[in-house]
């Protein structure tokens, strides 16, 4: 089945610092991935959705500039925290799309938790 | 405003009960209709519906899509402590030529053996 890897899968930094998360899709080929945050006890909300080789496509109320997204290839997409701050400390989850087939299925990551201190 | 609701937000259950699981959803432009159980970690994928009255069947997990009345249900027999889980419901959608996957604040299951 369609595997997608996050890494790191957890990482604490200091306030202030930026913090690079990597989506991988290990054996499809995902145009388009998704970026989710998820608070405990909460649902996943979405941040963002980022096609290879164009501008990703913000959700509102997401700060573009804070939350740097990068699609450079069809199985690479990077979600750049900056300067952090410990209210983005959450737990970070990207899913890519296989187009393959028209199946138009969702494969999520193994997330990603950061702790912002 | 989309929005996708699941009830309940929680159900505590004995081990060899049978529940179910209800998502409404109020969306433009509906593409189809997914399930996952989620533990510790990300979302594992159950089902997609996308016609109404066809139901899906895997092992003693079974759902199915209402298009008219816009819901669906998730319907697990037999339920074992395995089951224990948050149960999300997500609705793909078009909102402006954008695909879009929108999640039901979830169900959280708890089996007790």
């Known amino acids: 089945g369609a595997v997608v890897s996050q890494h790191p899968s957890w990482v604490i930094c200091k306030s202030g610092t930026s913090v690079k998360i990597e989506c991988r899709s290990l054996?499809?080929?995902?145009?388009?991935m998704f970026w989710y945050r998820q608070f405990p006890k909460q649902s996943l909300m979405l941040m963002a959705t980022?096609?290879?080789?164009?501008?990703?496509?913000?959700e509102q109320g997401v700060e573009k500039d804070k939350f740097l997204i990068n699609h450079a290839s069809l199985t690479l997409s990077t979600l750049t925290v900056t300067s952090a701050h410990p209210e983005d400390s959450s737990f970070y989850i990207c899913?890519?799309?296989?187009?393959?087939?028209?199946?138009?299925?969702?494969?999520f990551g193994p997330g990603t938790r950061l702790t912002v201190t | 405003e989309d929005k996708v609701v699941q009830s309940p937000l929680s159900l505590v259950v004995h081990e060899g009960d049978t529940v179910t699981l209800n998502c409404s959803y109020e969306?433009?432009?509906?593409?189809?209709l997914l399930w996952y159980k989620q533990e510790k970690k990300a979302p594992t994928f159950l089902f997609m519906l996308?016609?109404?009255?066809i139901e899906k069947k895997s092992g003693r997990l079974s759902s199915i899509l209402d298009k008219k009345e816009l819901f669906s249900i998730l319907n697990i027999t037999a339920t074992q402590t395995g089951d224990s889980a948050v149960y999300l419901c997500?609705?793909?959608?078009?909102?402006?030529?954008?695909?879009?996957?929108?999640f039901g604040t979830g169900t959280r299951l708890t089996i007790i053996p």
């Open positions: 899913s890519a799309r296989d187009l393959e087939g028209a199946k138009y299925e969702q494969y």
């Open positions: 054996d499809f080929q995902a145009t388009t």
């Open positions: 980022s096609n290879e080789g164009s501008k990703a496509t913000y």
């Open positions: 969306v433009t432009n509906f593409r189809s």
């Open positions: 996308t016609s109404s009255g």
């Open positions: 997500a609705v793909r959608f078009y909102n402006f030529g954008n695909e879009k996957l929108t």
